[in-house]
């Protein structure tokens, strides 16, 4: 029998990919979701779309097909993702992979226990790469 007797972290990070020919705003955040912004749940939705978009400023910028998430480093990006991501590529759209960890506070430390996926017509954000 082992005891572990030094420090033990029960964190977690989850990725997730951002697309869209524009920036993230709150409007297009909420109309994605199929929330209203005067809906008595604005509030929560404001705190989750600002772990998102916080997350997506601080993420890492894809200007490249190369440099798109591989298997080896993203597995839990599907082959769909990918190819939404390269076709916004070709298209000179905002291509970004964003960082979510549990150690922050309750809306990012939601987002990342949870898988999701938001869309619509104007964006994509793809989250299936939960890590536990």
């Not at 030094?6 to 955040?29: A, G, H, P």
């Not at 994605?32 to 749940?41: F, H, I, N, Q, T």
Request: net charge negative; hydrophobic share 35%; charged share 30%.
């Amino acid at each position: 029998m082992k005891i572990k007797t030094d420090f033990v972290s029960n964190s977690s990070s989850t990725s997730f990919i951002y697309i869209s020919k524009d920036e993230l705003t709150k409007e297009r955040f909420f109309d994605a979701a199929g929330v209203e912004l005067d809906s008595p749940l604005s509030n929560m939705f404001d705190d989750l779309y600002h772990a998102v978009n916080d997350a997506i400023v601080d993420g890492t910028k894809i200007h490249r097909e190369d440099e798109l998430p591989s298997k080896d480093k993203y597995p839990d990006f599907s082959q769909e993702t990918i190819k939404h991501a390269k076709e916004a590529l070709s298209k000179g759209h905002n291509v970004v992979i964003g960082g979510l960890s549990s150690d922050a506070e309750l809306p990012e430390s939601f987002l990342c226990v949870e898988s999701f996926e938001i869309e619509s017509s104007e964006l994509l954000i793809s989250a299936y790469s939960n890590y536990w």
